[in-house]
């Protein structure tokens, strides 16, 4: 089990009562690790990962919040060592409401609705819960043992324009870096 893995392992199982910092870390979750499909069936959500214990926790939260039951699928490891699963919601009302309350409309893509965002992560404890949701949907950590670098990876840039002006306002030292697609 790689150090990231472990690390995700260990956030995935810390407690959280208030509904607030389960909105807020299930917020982070789908900001940095979802994709939305729309077709003639409705909308789709999917949040992949390679961790059993990240699914179990963003059902769990997404059940505990909205009492939806999310569907489990297991994409088979072709080119990866791992396999990835894919919660999915489907149901285009259901979850245009989903995103709607997390603080994400539709405009060019996913656009983050700002003034919904600073209701989120109103509070540090909900401020931390969507760091906390970030890394558990996109986020790896080498070993401490190597020289350290912590990553949250985010596919579009008005999302990783939010995560960089968050963790400044935490007071955390951030790089925001542009990676080339080939």
Do not use: W
């Amino acid at each position: 089990m790689s150090f990231s893995s472990e690390i995700k392992k260990e956030l995935a199982g810390v407690s959280v009562s208030k509904e607030e910092h389960k909105r807020a870390e299930l917020a982070g979750i789908i900001y940095l690790n979802s994709t939305l499909t729309i077709s003639m069936g409705g909308a789709s959500l999917n949040i992949n990962t390679e961790s059993m214990d990240v699914v179990k926790r963003t059902i769990s939260m997404i059940k505990a919040l909205y009492g939806l039951e999310p569907e489990l699928l297991l994409k088979d490891a072709q080119l990866k060592k791992t396999a990835t699963y894919i919660v999915r919601l489907n149901g285009g009302g259901t979850v245009i409401t989903l995103l709607s309350d997390l603080g994400l409309t539709f405009g060019n893509g996913l656009e983050v609705d700002k003034e919904r965002f600073k209701d989120i992560i109103f509070s540090s404890g909900c401020r931390e819960a969507f760091l906390r949701g970030a890394f558990l949907g996109a986020g790896s950590i080498s070993d401490p043992k190597k020289e350290k670098h912590l990553e949250i990876v985010a596919a579009r840039e008005n999302i990783a324009d939010i995560l960089e002006g968050l963790m400044s306002f935490m007071g955390l030292n951030v790089k925001k870096t542009l990676r080339k697609l080939y």
